[in-house]
């Protein structure tokens, strides 16, 4: 199993930035693709933005030209710088991570971490 913990939220005015990391821990797995999804209020889960253990990244329209997916293979880390941010990018923001133990392929969440965009 591979647990994924999240670091990084918290209260930011409009304009400001955040940069989240996602760290992952596990034993004897390796990680393929790993994502950050958020959920408002209210909402259902979005995909933000994607990046492959290669470093293809893929976002959101929502977020293209603010948000910078980023991944350290060595520290199984993923990050999520935000700029210019806004407040309906207000929610729980989620890591998610693609891995492999030997012959299992599965997938993990992180808990979330809350970020908060107002005056």
């Known amino acids: 199993q591979v647990q994924l913990v999240e670091s990084g939220g918290g209260l930011v005015q409009p304009g400001g930035s955040l940069r989240l990391s996602c760290a992952a821990s596990?034993?004897?797995?390796?990680?393929?693709?790993m994502a950050w999804y958020r959920q408002a209020p209210g909402k259902q889960r979005e995909l933000v933005a994607i990046?492959?253990?290669?470093?293809?990244?893929n976002y959101t329209e929502l977020v293209k030209g603010r948000f910078t997916i980023s991944r350290d293979n060595a520290k199984n880390t993923v990050y999520l710088q935000m700029t210019s941010l806004k407040p309906e990018d207000t929610a729980v923001y989620h890591c998610?991570?693609?891995?492999?133990?030997?012959?299992?392929?599965?997938?993990?969440w992180g808990q979330g971490t809350q970020v908060t965009v107002s005056s």
């Open positions: 998610y991570a693609q891995w492999r133990v030997f012959l299992k392929l599965s997938n993990s």
């Open positions: 990046i492959t253990n290669g470093g293809r990244t």
């Open positions: 596990g034993s004897n797995f390796r990680i393929y693709d």
